[in-house]
């Protein structure tokens, strides 16, 4: 009996620790396939985590709003190179574009003050067409008779007599504030007004969008009369219109003694498509010019510039 009870203890203790030493290889294993335990079990007060992949980075290339946005700034970059070669070696100027199909504005000196000279008849277009909004009606036939060759052949008796009917200075002043034009400055002589290219192409805006204090029909009757301006007058913006595309206008010139004798030439005006691939409005403004055609020459060549770094 007592060596059976020795062999039966010494029995218990080998599969004692038999087991302790199985217990033993799965926590070493912890692998999780052939180990005892799981391979997430802590052991002795260890609490580090199980280790896990770490993901993989990964790279966004830029949205194509962005790659747009990269590329207007880089052709308006190679725009200004243009435009500062050419101001190296001609009298002074400003441009400015607005681009209604994208959005997109470029101007250069837009800020710039200069005299409008006859450009300031499409402000007192603006003016008298919102006059006669406000007043419920159409315009008039004797306001209509003057305000055709007015910007169809650029009268002056005709704009002297509009610009007083609707209230001169003063008038004019707070119908451009309607129209959101903020740099323009209206003179008493109508001709000396001041105004910046980014001003003018507010103007124009105002000509063409549906949020404009002018409704459809006065847009309209402006589009009408700036694309339909006598043949001699048809130089400045049209000159960048390709064929297929309409252009509106409205130039000035003039000389001043103030200026030497010099020059102002401004070419104003819109360019679009049946389309709607090509909405772009477009002001040059020019003073110290040699001679009227020379200020031409140089208005038409700023105008191309744009088309061709902006490709619009």
């Known amino acids: 009996m007592r060596h059976t009870r020795q062999w039966i203890l010494a029995l218990a203790m080998v599969i004692i620790v038999g087991g302790v030493a199985l217990i033993g290889l799965g926590i070493q294993d912890g692998r999780g396939g052939s180990g005892l335990l799981p391979s997430s079990l802590t052991i002795g007060g260890d609490t580090s985590s199980p280790r896990t992949a770490t993901p993989r980075a ?7 709003e962005e790659l747009a946005k990269a590329e207007r700034a880089r052709r308006a970059k190679k725009l200004d190179e243009a435009l500062k070669q050419v101001a190296a070696e001609a009298p002074e100027f400003s441009v400015a574009v607005l681009n209604r199909r994208t959005g997109e504005r470029y101007s250069y000196r837009g800020s710039a003050a200069y005299d409008t000279a006859s450009i300031v008849k499409v402000q007192v277009l603006a003016c008298l067409l919102l006059r006669a909004q406000d007043e419920d009606r159409e315009l008039t036939p004797g306001e209509r008779a003057l305000a055709e060759p007015m910007i169809r052949r650029s009268d002056n008796d005709a704009t002297s007599k509009l610009f007083e009917q609707l209230g001169g200075r003063i008038a004019v002043t707070r119908c451009n504030e309607r129209l959101g034009l903020t740099e323009t400055r209206v003179s008493a002589a109508w001709g000396l007004t001041t105004t910046t290219v980014d001003d003018q192409v507010t103007l124009l805006d105002a000509l063409a969008d549906t949020r404009s204090p002018l409704d459809a029909d006065s847009r309209q009757t402006a589009f009408l009369m700036m694309s339909t301006v006598i043949e001699s007058q048809q130089w400045g913006v049209p000159e960048v219109a390709e064929r297929g595309e309409a252009a509106t206008v409205k130039n000035g010139w003039d000389t ?13 005006g819109r360019v679009v498509s049946a389309d ?11 003073h110290g010019n040699p001679s009227m055609n020379a200020g031409i020459e140089l208005v038409e060549r700023v105008a191309t510039l744009t088309r061709q770094h902006l490709k619009y």
């Not at 990964?58 to 194509?64: A, L, M, Q, V």
């Not at 709607?276 to 020019?286: E, N, P």
């Open 276 to 286: 709607d691939q090509t909405d772009v409005s477009i002001a040059v403004l020019s």
């Open 58 to 64: 990964t790279s966004r290339g830029p949205s194509p």
């Open 256 to 268: 001043r003694t103030a200026d030497g004798g010099r020059w102002a030439v401004n070419s104003i």
